[in-house]
């Protein structure tokens, strides 16, 4: 143990011994220069292009230039000397301009232990064009692929196709395939970036998705990011295990995609124990699906905790598998998905006429092959339509591909209804309900021998905006029907959506005193 400790010391050392900082400038650089000096700085992405990279290295771009074409990185780092690509000097990122040209404006391609920040980057090109992304991460044949991190970019204008079925478009997208050799991606990191006014996506993957051929990605953190003007799917991580997202923004998401596209803010796809938390997803205005938050295809111990979702013509949640390959060696299906202590206020508005196919909006859609999902101490706030006339749907229940959803638990929940709201049940199998709150015209309301009625009393219930801030409102106020009226859970979170702990004696709703 103490030889292999030295040896890793003297290559740690010899590494930082050969580390070398390049410089980019474009307007004052020259490729003539060493690029090892602010004063002798490289000038192109040619020549970082054409030159390989070793551990420790740094590739610094001033601030305030701008380049047109892709940067493909050459090279890896190692664990404890990354390559890192950052800005120097004062003022704007540094500007990388893709211009169309290619599928990408970086690429990072079977390499790793790589760290880039604080770029700006853009992919446009005369017309929308599928599979055009800002990043593309991609790790082929090449087994674990460790620790990339991407920091505090800034992406957008990016016009990737509109349409999913022919690859879409993205800021961002990472890849991990092989035949020859099992690839996945260990340690991948996206945070602190801003992404704006890209088509169809904000972040999505690919990966090994079925289960008879199944090599899951791992440690992949996807947080504080803010997403802008995206129409279509906000976060979507595919083949991993374990993936953590929060404290991301997605809002504002233009009305473009056509009738046949679905698409939703936060979501796994073909992904276990994944936890989506301390989100905000709003104004998501996809005319099929359109809710905030999703627990999708083939996904095992999904669990969507402590998130705002309002405004999203979709409604909250869908929890989903289809049916037409349920029981195959691919899809196991997806199960055990818990939902608590979210907030949703004025979810399920699309404004198209219900009564066209693919156009309804309930609240919550649960549909197909989904087994024991749990959804407790979650507020929802349900609107009045403008035609009061039109009852909207708190739950939907329903069999894509034949089979209905199995053993669904619905408790401690506050369902406030300000105008006509109905429960839709058909043929779901073992679906109850306990200890919820009931205030306001609903129909259909399920079988809840411990249900209140009465009026949950809310700081404030008519508050509504952005941010966290806002929901202090929906704290109880101490005369509250729903204080320590809620039926106690085990494995709980342990703490309310405020952070305070959970007692044995629990409230209904998403505050404890």
């Given amino acids: 143990m103490k030889l292999f400790s030295i040896l890793a010391l003297l290559t740690l050392l010899w590494s930082c011994s050969n580390q070398s900082i390049y410089y980019i400038d474009s307007k004052n650089g020259n490729d003539e220069n060493s690029g090892h000096s602010p004063q002798k700085a490289w000038a192109s992405l040619e020549k970082v292009n054409a030159s390989t990279f070793k551990p420790g290295d740094q590739i610094l771009f001033k601030s305030g230039t701008e380049y047109v074409g892709q940067l493909e990185l050459k090279g890896s780092g190692t664990d404890g000397a990354p390559i890192s690509i950052n800005k120097y000097g004062e003022g704007k990122k540094p500007a990388i301009h893709g211009q169309g040209q290619k599928l990408h404006t970086l690429l990072l391609h079977n390499v790793e232990y790589i760290e880039v920040r604080n770029l700006e980057i853009t992919n446009t090109g005369k017309e929308r064009v599928a599979k055009r992304r800002g990043v593309s991460i991609i790790a082929e044949d090449f087994g674990d692929c460790h620790h990339i991190v991407l920091d505090k970019l800034e992406i957008h204008h990016v016009n990737g196709s509109l349409v999913k079925k022919d690859g879409g478009g993205s800021a961002i997208i990472w890849q991990n395939k092989g035949d020859s050799i099992k690839t996945r991606f260990v340690g991948l990191v996206i945070q602190n970036c801003h992404l704006h006014h890209c088509g169809r996506n904000g972040i999505n993957s690919r990966g090994y998705t079925q289960r008879d051929n199944w090599h899951p990605s791992v440690g992949v953190i996807i947080r504080n990011n803010l997403l802008e003007q995206i129409p279509g799917d906000g976060i979507v991580p595919i083949g991993c295990d374990g993936a953590l997202i929060e404290y991301n923004v997605m809002r504002d998401c233009p009305d473009i995609l056509s009738h046949a596209e679905a698409a939703a803010g936060i979501w796994p796809w073909s992904s276990d124990h994944t936890i989506i938390q301390y989100n905000e997803v709003s104004q998501h205005r996809a005319k099929w699906d359109g809710q905030g938050f999703d627990s999708d295809f083939n996904c095992q111990g999904t669990i969507i905790q402590y998130n705002y979702s309002h405004d999203n013509w979709g409604g909250f949640l869908l929890v989903c598998n289809n049916g037409n390959t349920f029981g195959t060696k691919g899809n196991i299906g997806t199960k055990n998905t818990i939902i608590r202590y979210n907030v949703s206020i004025n979810d399920g508005l699309r404004p198209y006429p219900t009564e066209r196919a693919g156009w309804f909006s309930p609240n919550m859609h649960i549909t197909g092959p989904v087994e024991n999902t749990q959804i407790y101490n979650n507020i929802f706030i349900i609107p009045e339509k403008e035609n009061k006339n039109i009852s909207r749907v708190i739950v939907e229940m329903d069999n894509w591909g034949g089979p209905w959803p199995v053993d669904t638990w619905f408790a401690n929940n506050i369902f406030f209804v300000e105008g006509k709201s109905a429960f839709h049940f058909k043929e779901d199998v073992n679906t109850t309900f306990m200890n919820n709150n009931y205030f306001g015209n609903i129909s259909g309301i399920p079988d809840d021998p411990s249900a209140i009625f009465d009026n949950p009393l809310f700081v404030n219930e008519k508050a509504r905006g952005e941010g966290f801030e806002i929901l202090k409102n929906f704290m109880l106020k101490k005369a509250s029907p729903c ?31």
Avoid: M, S
């Fill in 483 to 513: 204080v320590d009226t809620g039926i106690p859970i085990k494995n709980n979170g342990g703490k309310d959506f405020f952070g305070n702990t959970l007692f044995k004696q629990t409230n209904i709703g998403i505050h404890e005193f």
